[in-house]
């Protein structure tokens, strides 16, 4: 990786996926990334196809709903016509976070 770059994104209703996505950044700046956090709907997702390494934090909220802040990355994503390459170029992690005792 040329570049030691890492965008962090997150989708956060209650603030715990927030806190947890400005750790990594903290961490990652640390580590000497360039890094950048964000709510993912307020990022440009036409920038997406530029990033090298993209971790999205997201939580669950009402009855394993996006929260708030990702609903409209969430309607990208599950566009019928998105092409199934569009973000090959990309590496990607995604932390999830939900509770156990919601039911499965
Ligand atoms: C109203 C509400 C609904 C939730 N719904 C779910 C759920 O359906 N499934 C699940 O696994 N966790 C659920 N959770 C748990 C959250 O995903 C979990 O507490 C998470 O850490 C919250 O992250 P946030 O503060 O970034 O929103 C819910 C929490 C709340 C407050």
């Not at 394993?64 to 802040?69: S, T, V």
């Not at 016509?81 to 590496?91: A, F, G």
Request: proline fraction near 4%; charge should be positive; hydrophobic fraction near 40%.
């Amino acid at each position: 990786m040329a570049e030691r770059r890492i965008l962090v994104l997150y989708g956060s209703q209650t603030g715990t996926a927030e806190d947890m996505a400005e750790r990594l950044g903290k961490e990652a700046r640390r580590r000497h990334f360039t890094c950048r956090v964000d709510a993912i709907d307020s990022y440009n997702i036409a920038n997406l196809v530029h990033e090298q390494l993209v971790i999205f934090v997201c939580a669950t909220t009402g009855q394993g709903d996006p929260p708030d802040n990702m609903k409209n990355f969430w309607r990208f994503v599950f566009r019928r016509n998105l092409p199934h390459n569009s973000l090959c170029r990309m590496d990607f992690a995604v932390l999830g976070l939900g509770d156990s005792s919601y039911p499965k």
